[in-house]
């Protein structure tokens, strides 16, 4: 929400808060009865709840920092941010070289089984890597003892033993847990939860549990897999990926310490001056500095390290790292997830715009609103033939039209808005125009419900696109004509062609607007700008025409970085300029054909006219 929002408002704020409270309080409720009942016998009376600790990596260990710390810290940000970098660019290529394999497949059902074979094969690979890089590592020996709330609590380090020689005894005593035997070091570390795995990673004063092979094997292994997974059709995310490969490469960094300060045993009362320099702070500095370089959300990062770990003690320190690796990877890349609104040609908008010239930012306060707008642009009329309105929606890829009005001499005279989705429902949603209804009135032809002109979608899309075909070919619907007066949106938003370029992007990013009409002195359409207009790269292309035109070198124009956005949304100059939109001319939502460019295949079906796919 941090980076994708354009506002926030205050009762949403409010709506948030409660919501967390209540599900919290549920929560913690239902978990301290199955404490209660778990605990009590059955002869016990029912005498209260207990109520477990929340955080999820909670650190019980608060451990001794030193001004040196800083060092290191430093070090981790920087690196947070190149490797998070690294790992969006990685991200993106597989992303397209998948997005290359699948586009070779034609058939929709043999892509549709590679979808659900994709995730199989992924889990396969996954546990062969896992299963395999075990007989790399021996059992070692352990007797270690944890701090725990209650003898059912599960938060702290968990050995696990795999073909050891001795087995591994956990037992509880005066809030304690106590585990002695053997342990084998890359089983604890895979075998369970993923969360289980980054708790142990995390774990204080435990410098000569884990050595830096298995978290090498482990940081490779979840750098390439993490990405494949999170490019599958499954609903999953890159959260936890993103706090492991953290907390790996930081525990990796905190044992490196270790070894060249000479094994310095943290564990021992008598080094309590260089408890700093255990490996679980690194790899929650770690785990902070990879969030925060892929995802560049800043506060984001630091409130969710501090809540998960309860670590109050660290929160510079995180600071420090988020602000550094946030800083190092904006440098090479959009954020994680910016670029893969890009990949998707989906129109994100940056909360500011920032063009240069000559190394200095350019105003865009003295450039004006018609310098980025698509022009010409298709308009209807307030009464507009059948056969007119079906060829511009077989034509045409818009997702809205202005619509116009002759008066006073005027022809283009602005009046609203009307969507595809609105005029296909119109022109479908009617008992058909055929030879009977061609002398009555236009609105006894129009029997559209306000539910289904309402619809956000179209539930037979192969009928729509044949009705329109059958509108298109036959002659007789070019005498019929359609009001659209009832069905515009008059309230759409427009604004002067000398408006402010600065300020039509602010208005149109925080209304959350997909149209903005451009108009003249006298109201009449000139232009009209959408989301693509206003990418960053689409602006600065006819900023740097408008200023190569006053005289400035090529040269000497400096444009902001854009990771490969140009792909996706720049325009065929063999085309009209007002064909501007990719998506196809049927639909199955409102949502502008900008949002839905990512789908692998479109559902036109009609043999008569169909658009070309779209490019990218």
Not at 142 to 153: I, K, L, P, R
Not at 440 to 460: C, G, Q, V
Not at 541 to 557: A, L, P
Request: glycine share 6%.
């Amino acid at each position: 929400m941090e980076e994708m929002s354009s506002f926030w408002s205050t009762s949403l704020t409010w709506q948030t808060f409660v919501c967390c409270i209540l599900a919290r309080s549920v929560t913690e409720v239902l978990r301290s009865v199955v404490a209660t009942l778990t605990t009590h016998s059955k002869d016990t009376k029912f005498i209260g709840f207990e109520f477990s600790e929340s955080a999820l990596f909670d650190m019980k260990d608060q451990l001794r920092l030193n001004l040196l710390i800083a060092i290191p810290s430093i070090l981790l940000g920087l690196f947070g941010g190149l490797s998070g970098a690294f790992f969006i660019f990685f991200h993106l290529k597989a992303a397209r070289f998948r997005r290359k394999l699948l586009a070779k497949v034609s058939r929709p059902e043999w892509l549709n089984v590679i979808k659900v074979l994709e995730p199989m094969v992924v889990a396969v690979i996954s546990s062969i890597v896992v299963m395999g890089t075990l007989g790399f590592f021996t059992c070692k020996e352990v007797n270690h003892t944890a701090d725990v709330f209650s003898a059912h609590e599960g938060k702290y380090l968990k050995f696990k033993a795999f073909q050891c020689d001795k087995p591994l005894d956990i037992s509880y005593k005066d809030g304690k847990v106590i585990q002695t035997g053997q342990f084998h070091e890359m089983a604890t570390l895979v075998f369970g939860s993923w969360e289980q795995m980054i708790r142990n990673l995390l774990s204080r004063k435990t410098a000569d549990i884990f050595t830096w092979k298995s978290n090498l094997i482990l940081l490779v292994f979840f750098f390439f897999c993490s990405s494949w997974a999170s490019l599958c059709c499954l609903a999953n995310g890159l959260l936890i990926p993103q706090l492991a490969i953290g907390a790996l490469y930081g525990r990796m960094f905190g044992n490196f310490m270790c070894e060249v300060f000479g094994k310095i045993h943290l564990q021992k009362d008598e080094h309590e001056q260089w408890e700093w320099m255990d490996p679980g702070i690194f790899a929650l500095l770690g785990s902070a500095s990879f969030l925060a370089g892929t995802s560049r959300l800043p506060i984001t990062s630091v409130v969710m390290l501090i809540e998960m770990t309860n670590d109050i003690n660290m929160s510079l320190l995180i600071m420090i790292v988020v602000m550094l690796a946030k800083f190092i990877g904006g440098l090479f890349t959009h954020p994680l997830y910016h670029s893969m609104c890009e990949f998707k040609c989906i129109p994100y908008l940056d909360s500011q715009i920032h063009v240069y010239n000559k190394a200095k930012k350019v105003n865009l306060e003295l450039f004006k609103a018609a310098d980025v707008m698509a022009s010409p642009v298709t308009t209807v009329n307030v009464n507009e033939s059948v056969q007119f309105l079906a060829n511009m929606l077989l034509d045409t890829n818009h997702g809205g039209f202005p619509v116009v009005i002759s008066e006073f001499g005027f022809k283009k005279t602005f009046l609203g808005v009307i969507t595809r989705l609105e005029l296909i429902i119109i022109l479908t949603k009617t008992i058909s125009f055929n030879a009977k209804e061609l002398g009555r009135e236009d609105m006894a032809k129009i029997r559209i419900s306000y539910p289904e002109y309402s619809s956000n979608k179209l539930s037979d899309t192969v009928f729509a696109n044949e009705i329109l075909n059958c509108y298109a070919e036959d002659s007789r619907y070019a005498q019929v004509s359609v009001n659209l007066l009832p069905y515009i949106n008059t309230s759409s938003h427009s604004v002067p062609s000398q408006f402010s370029l600065e300020r039509a992007y602010s208005m149109f990013r925080t209304l959350g607007l997909r149209h903005l009409v451009v108009t003249d002195q006298h109201n009449q359409v000139m232009g009209i700008v959408t989301r693509k207009d206003l990418m960053g790269f689409m602006v600065d292309d006819k900023i740097r025409t408008i200023i190569q035109r006053s005289g400035v070198s090529r040269d000497e124009f400096n444009s902001p970085h854009y990771v490969e956005s140009g792909k996706c949304y720049k325009r065929d100059s063999a085309a009209d300029s007002k064909y501007s939109s990719p998506a196809p001319a049927l639909r199955l939502s409102i949502q502008e054909e900008d949002e839905l460019a990512d789908q692998p295949q479109r559902i036109i079906l009609s043999a008569k006219r169909r658009i070309s796919p779209t490019p990218g």
